[in-house]
């Protein structure tokens, strides 16, 4: 029941932008922390980006800062990474994930969408 869909991956050149989106359902959108995270091949996972429930706050991984931006529209259970000045090692398949807040913390992942920066 619970679905995280991203969207938006392609194979774009250096310094080129991408925004990723991820729609949501079957749980409570409104009360949700949201993140991004990446994987690239033979590494290991990483947080790219965090949003509270209400958007009031965000936080990058340094490698990201200033060309990386998350935002959420609660009306459309969706969150979204607008990236910006792309480079080569951005690429990596980015996974959207929810912490629900609650009576209990629980957490869901996306199936992740491939980002790929190349000449």
């Known amino acids: 029941q619970v679905q995280l869909v991203e969207s938006g991956g392609g194979l774009v050149q250096p310094g080129g932008s991408l925004r990723l989106s991820c729609a949501t359902s079957?749980?409570?959108?409104?009360?949700?922390?949201m993140n991004w995270y990446r994987q690239a091949p033979g590494k290991e996972r990483e947080l790219v980006a965090g949003i509270t429930n209400t958007g009031g706050r965000t936080n990058y991984a340094d490698s990201v800062k200033g060309r990386f931006t998350i935002s959420r529209d609660n009306a459309k259970n969706t969150v979204y990474l607008q990236m910006n000045s792309l480079k080569p090692e951005d690429t990596a398949v980015y996974y959207c994930n929810a912490i629900v807040q609650g009576s209990r913390v629980l957490r869901y992942w996306g199936q992740g969408t491939q980002v790929t920066v190349s000449s």
């Open positions: 079957g749980f409570t959108f409104t009360i949700s922390y």
